[in-house]
């Protein structure tokens, strides 16, 4: 009979870590009916040369493989009559496969979810959780942005996330840089046939881990309309739409002189377009012109009572301050020895410092009390219509461009 090594269906196929030995025992598997085991001769080789080495001394297999993917070891056991040829299968990773979840489920080492997957949306947020029991010391994320129908990617983001924040979540707006240009990939919006591409990169010390392959989101759908759209979801697109708004005009305002700025207008008319069709949703908590009519009249008429109130105080404060002080010099007088004599100088005019005095006599007018006018609270915006701050308004954007928005020149 031939010789044979028994068991061998544990090492028909196994996995194995790039630059990672493996040993086994093979001489004390071998078994030969017709011979002693010992006299069978054992030969060993490998697709990758090198990777596969027999010792002859203590009969171990040994296998370490720079070459990642499938690789065979061939194995032939040899007596005086009859040879035996065995194959095994090693795959070969260079780290552990990093288990990716697309669905909030608790499996695999961390979800992932991506929103705004519609054609023309330019806003895409995405929310990665950290649901690994191994902790991660390490953890980096390779974003890329394709098309289908060009087979090219134009769009390219690595960033290593902070590694603080596993135990919650990275929620934060995708961004991705474009390759061709110094701007962002996609800035008027996905199109059709785009896909994003995440792989991952993560280690917890001492061991590597990666995504075996590729995860992608195809952009296949138009965006829903407006009556279709789900409460949060419409709060979302309305958020964008105004955060959009403000964004391009703020672009528009900060331009040079001579700067062509016509792309980022009739970016900015169809913005203004589509937040107008919102608006008219019940849902939406938009402003009109004609609820910002008048803000801008009492405004201003507030503001400049404010600044004549602030004066009148200043000035009626010195004032008093120097009667105050003139009645206590004229109190410390000493008595005018001509007050004896039928000839008093200080009769004279001249001599008479009441009428001389920068009151002129009327000293009396200006003791009476005055009450000082406090001067209200400068504002740093126009006040806050009755919905509260408009959707997707931030505290400074309302103190900058708030009473546009009132005024309805937005």
Known sequence: MRPRITPFDDLETITLKRNTQFVVDLGSRV???????????????????????YSFIDGSLTLQFEETGMQTVTISVIDKYDTNIYVMNVEVFDAYPFLLSLTDDGSGYMFVGLEDLYIGQTTNRYNETHLCSTYLHYISVTWNLCSQLTGTCDGLLQEDLDVSLSASNWNKKLVIPSVLNSGFAREDGSQFRDYYELSIVASDGTSEYKTMSSTKWNITEQLPAIE?????????????????????????????????????????????????????????????????????????????????????????????????????????????????????????????????????????????????????????????????????????????YGQQFLDGTL
């Open 31 to 53: 078994v030969d009916v017709d011979n002693p085991a010992s006299e069978a001769f054992i030969s060993v080789s490998s697709s990758e040369p090198g990777a596969a080495r």
């Open 228 to 400: 279709d759209m789900s409460d949060t979801m419409f709060s979302g697109y309305l958020e964008d739409l105004t955060a959009e708004k403000v964004d391009l005009m703020a672009k528009i305002e900060s331009a040079v002189e001579g700067e062509d700025t016509s792309s980022l207008e009739v970016k900015l008319t169809t913005v203004e377009g589509e937040l107008e069709t919102a608006c008219e949703d019940s849902r939406a908590n938009c402003i009109t012109d004609s609820q910002s009519g008048t803000t801008s009249i009492e405004d201003s008429s507030g503001l400049n009572i404010q600044m004549i109130g602030i004066i009148a105080g200043v000035v009626l404060l010195g004032l008093l301050l120097t009667l105050m002080i003139t009645r206590r010099n004229r109190g410390s007088e000493k008595p005018d020895a001509w007050n004896d004599t039928a000839w008093n100088p200080n009769m004279v005019p001249a001599g008479d410092s009441v009428a001389n005095s920068m009151y002129g006599g009327a000293q009396e007018i200006f003791q009476q009390p005055v009450a000082i006018v406090a001067a209200p609270p400068l504002a740093g915006g126009p006040p806050l219509p009755a919905g509260g701050l408009p959707a997707g308004w931030t505290a400074e954007q309302w103190a900058y």
